[in-house]
């Protein structure tokens, strides 16, 4: 049946041409709010609906969905351990609405009589992903009820774009425009700040814990911000780049390993877990540490390098976790006794040769850093750690006992890099 929808709201005038209402509401409500359920694919969205989706957003893709609804269930719910938030969610709406304040002499908050007219047309502005999670979750016949109905009296923070009240009706180009601007000028957190400042995820959590260890903490610590070490500034690592390190240590490769948000369905590291895993990764850096030196803190060393920590990560994987059984413990300490002894410089030719070529500067000449070596471009772009963990495999001997889970083989590394780069 179509009539309106009372919300109380707090109104006030945004611009020349929309009135916001901020308000409350359960998650549950949230479909009969939009009119249509923004879970589902663009294509069973109503015509006039799915035409603005598709101009700017995101699809509301399986596995976003799936992240934001974990995301709500670890963090949200009534037996959650960690703090979790949502932010604003952001409506547009066609028509204008009306509205009426409690008192007169504080007019700014009253109801609104939201429309659920289909010729008002609603569409979500800012928040698709957030939304499209929390219904998720509500509409999964497959989950517990209790969790179900725990999800939708939730409640989330709503702001109403409508036209002032006098105004014409927006037209479906002026609607596009709002949502190109919310979804297009809006500047993204680096990923970078984005780690430092989550305080709930495992990975993070043991990197902050590992940056105090002594390997890190007396050799100038690590950036906790920046997206690679700055050269002169005396740090050893990134907290970006611990973070893969860990991920790629202890759950081994995988898109998980570049990519902060993916999420595994049964990981190794877990907040139980974390305490022996941080014991068992702190034992092997500091032997490595002691068998390097002070090499160990080179920082123009291929190992400090974002794809290096990766790479060591991997093998670490491989020698500690997947052949744990076939090397044993003496076995593990040989395995980084050789790791020790590559030399991780860029004039190891094997880099040039196999690994990459040398940069070169804007003016044409050949790239090297302070103590005169050549800086390396490496081969294999975002997953150039696969082909440095290949040839590490390859130098320790590691690989002979993977039984065809190697990364590849040196008998021809371009043709590898080459698919790695693919």
Request: aromatic share 8%; net charge neutral; glycine share 8%.
């Amino acid at each position: 049946m179509i009539g309106t929808m009372p919300i109380p709201v707090v109104r006030g005038k945004h611009s020349a041409h929309l009135v916001a209402y901020q308000s409350v509401v359960p998650a549950k409500l949230l479909k009969a709010i939009l009119g249509h359920d923004p879970s589902v694919a663009f294509k069973k969205l109503p015509e006039e609906v799915r035409g603005i989706y598709e101009k700017v957003q995101r699809k509301t893709d399986a596995d976003r969905r799936k992240r934001g609804a974990a995301y709500v269930r670890e963090r949200m719910l009534p037996d959650s351990k960690w703090i979790g938030a949502f932010p604003a969610i952001s409506v547009c709406v066609q028509e204008p609405q009306k509205f009426k304040p409690y008192d007169l002499e504080e007019p700014e908050a009253g109801v609104l009589s939201l429309s659920s007219d289909p010729t008002n047309v609603r569409v979500l502005v800012d928040g698709l992903g957030r939304a499209a999670s929390l219904l998720g979750v509500i509409n999964d016949q497959d989950e517990k009820l209790e969790v179900r109905k725990a999800t939708g009296e939730l409640y989330l923070a709503v702001t109403i774009f409508a036209p002032v009240e006098t105004a014409s009706p927006l037209t479906i180009e002026e609607m596009q425009q709002v949502f190109h601007d919310f979804n297009v000028l809006a500047s993204p957190v680096g990923k970078g700040m984005a780690i430092d400042l989550d305080h709930s995820d495992p990975y993070v959590i043991f990197a902050n814990e590992l940056a105090a260890a002594p390997v890190f903490a007396n050799h100038g610590g690590i950036d906790h911000r920046a997206q690679s070490v700055k050269k002169g500034s005396g740090k050893i690592a990134t907290k970006i780049s611990l973070v893969k390190f860990l991920r790629a240590a202890l759950e081994g490769p995988g898109p998980h390993v570049d990519h902060y948000t993916q999420r595994l369905e049964n990981p190794n590291l877990t907040l139980t877990t974390l305490s022996a895993k941080k014991a068992e990764i702190e034992a092997f850096l500091n032997d490595l540490a002691n068998e390097m030196g002070v090499s160990f803190y080179d920082a123009e060393g291929i190992h400090l390098t974002s794809p290096g920590w990766i790479a060591l990560g991997l093998v670490y994987h491989d020698v500690y976790l997947k052949v744990a059984g076939k090397l044993g413990p003496e076995g593990q300490k040989i395995m980084v006794k050789r790791i020790a002894t590559i030399d991780w410089s860029t004039a190891n030719p094997d880099y040039l040769s196999f690994l990459g070529q040398q940069a070169q500067e804007r003016d044409g000449s050949p790239s090297i850093d302070a103590k005169g070596r050549p800086n390396l471009k490496w081969y294999g772009g975002s997953k150039a750690f696969y082909n440095l963990a290949s040839y590490i495999r390859y130098k320790i001997g590691v690989d002979a006992l993977l039984e065809g889970e190697q990364y590849g083989t040196t008998v021809d590394f371009n043709v590898l890099f080459r698919q790695a780069a693919a």
